[in-house]
């Protein structure tokens, strides 16, 4: 007889959409905690943010993503990181992590690279990376349902991708570009697991 394992389709929402929920707003309220100690203790812990072409700045690149400058920096951030944090789990805590440790270190090192100067804090530039990801991911594994949600996205948030420019002061666009970059790469990466494990499950002929 022949066995053709099935081929497990991308997901576009959690399997378990409530433990997702729960995991995203620990993640984010992880991030509230660090913020409100930090306005209580005189932002101490804006300075290990990313100092760009500075060996003691590149630390920074690990925890520049759990800071922000105030209250409603973190805000704007919030929204953004549940949703998009949510949708990214729909295919597991391992491709999350996998995902966001991806975003995370092109983001700050391209930030540490290209920026000119300053301490760049915040999360956006995660938020971007796996906006890009969610966009991008369903054209890789040609997946229409994935490309259905990236066509809704577009529509709801496509224009924070104009974050990605120089057009507001203060703000870290290279984290932006940079972090878009890292979700390219992400889905790139994700596109080429998928297709290797595709290909390993290929169908064969067992006699019976």
């Known amino acids: 007889m022949t066995n053709q394992p099935e081929r497990q389709r991308p997901r576009v929402i959690p399997q378990k959409p409530l433990r997702a929920a729960v995991?995203?707003?620990?993640?984010?309220?992880?991030?509230?905690a660090l913020e409100l100690w930090d306005q209580l203790n005189g932002q101490r812990l804006d300075q290990y943010g990313i100092e760009p072409h500075r060996i003691d700045g590149l630390d920074g690149v690990?925890?520049?993503?759990?800071?922000?400058?105030?209250l409603?920096?973190?805000m704007s951030n919030t929204v953004p990181l549940l949703v998009l944090g949510w949708l990214l789990l729909a295919n597991g805590v391992g491709q999350f992590v996998a995902v966001t440790a991806t975003v995370w270190l092109v983001a700050g090192l391209g930030t540490w690279l290209i920026a000119d100067?300053?301490?760049h804090i915040g999360a956006s530039g995660v938020a971007f990376g796996?906006?890009?990801?969610l966009l991008v991911r369903g054209f890789f594994v040609r997946s229409f349902a994935q490309i259905l949600?990236?066509?809704v996205l577009f529509f709801y948030w496509g224009g924070m991708l104009w974050g990605v420019l120089p057009t507001q002061p203060q703000i870290s666009w290279q984290g932006h570009l940079c972090g878009a970059?890292?979700?390219?790469l992400a889905a790139w990466l994700v596109a080429r697991s998928t297709r290797r494990g595709a290909e390993k499950a290929a169908p064969g002929t067992?006699?019976?």
């Open 62 to 70: 690990l925890w520049a993503p759990l800071l922000h400058g105030g």
């Open 149 to 151: 949600v990236a066509v």
């Open 181 to 184: 970059l890292g979700g390219l």
């Open 206 to 208: 067992l006699s019976a």
């Open 72 to 74: 409603p920096h973190l």
């Open 117 to 119: 100067g300053g301490t």
């Open 23 to 32: 995991q995203m707003t620990f993640m984010v309220a992880v991030l509230w």
């Open 130 to 133: 796996w906006m890009v990801f």
